[in-house]
């Protein structure tokens, strides 16, 4: 049975009561440590992850992942991805955002954003498995849709090629065709330049594993486009490069292209945490890892993070928890707090009944981990509701209430010096943020032929102007789209 609270139009369902999670934790820190985190949806009922894959196995999902993120990071940061940063030096609040933070444990108490969540929610979408061939899915063709892999939904396409479904001149049949295809078809590319790239971007992983593993999309790109691009409310029609054959372009189809422009076109981004460059995962008894490079982000940085970005500016930013499948680039929607007292496991709605001074606190399972500045400690209880991904679908209109929310209840102690200064913390659970990540303020995805181009020169809903189409066939070739198409897409769309 669960306690309900509301945020705007959002639920969030209490998870089970905090001082028997505090006993089970201290009865057996290592089994509470390493236990699967329960997701709830929007009506309290219990979420298994959103992706399965082929990876069973701990350090080989996290030696996948490490991979894409690297490659990530080198397109989106001037750090060299390749070295490892610890905590120290990649592990603080205010490398992630460009305003001052507060940090200071009863400075945020006293603002009252105990409970919050953003002003503008992220919107939900696909991620775009590769498997499915990016945007080269043809998601709204039932006999595509019972391709199981992706050889066989690629043997589909090359059995069923776009263009000839294109000059068959049935508008229910052209409808069906892939968000690739469709863009293909609107800058006049009869080849289908970007959605042959689309496949053989799969084709790589293919053909070196023998399988694309079901997780792997451009769901980075997503995260990015949900909290930077507006959201796309309506579907629209515009027309293709021979003037006449109308092409429709549903929310959950222009979410894949703002998706894909922000996937593939650099942009600047800040990071923290999440740089362990590992084969195997040493933990002590706790199950904590025992290497500082593993560590991920330290509670310190993720409450700090968390409290300034959701609970000041009422903005969002982006988490991925590497031990778990589906928490993985998701954006941020908003949080609730709860406080306990470390030592007595009470909780109390006076916040200084919840600090426990350093030497008092007898039952501390990571004292040797300890910062040398911490003087007290504090427990915290954190729901945390996020925006997470959903399949693509034909509805003709989106809203926030439409989108896919996860719940999860983080439990973290903080370290607090004299003064009441955030100045470190431990996990209680292996299941949690280890990287946290958002494109810069001003951030847009800009590519050089975007650039010679003037947004006013197309309405988006007639032919494209040829210097347009030889500018998009030309990124298309380098697995690009342009951002003056997708924007002028996407601003229909409201």
């Known amino acids: ?7 705007s139009f959002v639920i969030f369902p209490a998870q089970a009561d905090l001082k028997s999670n505090l006993q089970a934790f201290h009865e057996n820190p290592k089994s509470y440590y390493m236990q699967h985190l329960t997701k709830y949806d929007r009506n309290g009922q219990p979420q298994s992850s959103s992706r399965s894959g082929f990876l069973t196995q701990e350090n ?12 990530f990071l080198k397109s989106h940061s001037h750090t060299d991805p390749n070295v490892t940063i610890a905590p120290g030096a990649n592990d603080n609040a205010n490398t992630l955002f460009n ?15 105990d409970q919050a969540h953003v002003d503008k929610s992220p919107w939900a979408g696909d991620y775009w498995a590769y498997y499915r061939g990016i945007l080269g899915n043809r998601f709204q063709d039932e006999e595509f849709r019972l391709s199981a892999d992706w050889e066989s939904a690629y043997n589909y396409i090359l059995k069923n090629p776009f263009f000839a479904i294109f000059s068959s001149g049935q508008p229910d049949k052209i409808n069906t065709l892939s968000v690739s295809e469709k863009y293909d078809l609107i800058v006049g590319d ?44 309506k579907s629209i029609e515009t027309v293709a490069y021979d003037g006449k054959t109308k092409i429709m372009l549903n929310p959950s189809e222009l979410k894949g292209l703002v998706s894909y422009l922000w996937a593939r076109t650099p942009y600047p981004a800040r990071f923290v945490g999440g740089r362990c460059n590992f084969k195997d995962v040493k933990r002590d008894d706790l199950g904590r890892p025992t290497s500082i490079e593993c560590l991920d982000t330290n509670p ?5 993070s968390v409290l300034n970005r959701v609970g ?23 949080y609730s707090l709860k406080y306990f007292n470390p030592q007595t496991l009470e909780s109390s709605l006076e916040l200084q009944n919840n600090i426990i001074a350093s030497g008092e606190f007898t039952n501390d399972k990571f004292k040797e981990y300890r910062s040398d500045l911490a003087t007290q400690m504090i427990g915290i209880e954190m729901t945390l509701q996020y925006v997470t991904e959903e399949s693509s679908n034909t ?25 009441g200064k955030i100045v470190g913390g431990e996990w209680y659970q292996n299941e949690h943020p280890d990287f946290l990540w958002t494109p810069n303020d001003n951030a847009f995805p800009f590519t050089a032929e975007d650039a010679r181009l003037n947004a006013q020169d197309w309405n988006g809903d007639t032919v494209l102007p040829e210097s347009w189409r030889e500018a998009a066939m030309r990124s298309s070739k380098t697995n690009l789209i342009l951002s003056v198409i997708t924007n002028k897409l996407i601003e229909r769309a409201q």
Request: net charge negative; charged share 20%.
């Open 60 to 71: 080989e999902l996290l030696s996948r992942k490490l991979q894409v993120r690297k490659a």
């Open 190 to 233: 009869q080849d289908g330049t970007l959605t042959t790239n689309m496949w053989q971007q799969g084709a790589a992983y293919q053909d070196h594993t023998g399988a694309i593993e079901t997780w792997m999309g451009i769901c980075e790109g997503w995260a990015a486009a949900a909290i930077m691009s507006p959201r796309p409310t």
């Open 395 to 419: 509805r003709p209109t989106n809203a926030p209430e439409d989108d896919a929310l996860r719940t999860v209840t983080y439990i973290y102690d903080l370290e607090l010096d004299a003064n």
């Open 99 to 113: 305003t001052p933070l507060i940090d200071n444990i009863f400075e945020l108490k006293n603002l009252g954003i």
């Open 312 to 334: 000041i500016s009422k903005r969002s930013f982006i988490m991925d928890a590497t031990a778990d499948y589906e928490v993985w680039n998701q954006p941020i929607y908003g």
């Open 1 to 7: 049975m669960f306690s309900l609270f509301f945020i």
């Open 300 to 304: 310190a940085t993720w409450h700090v």
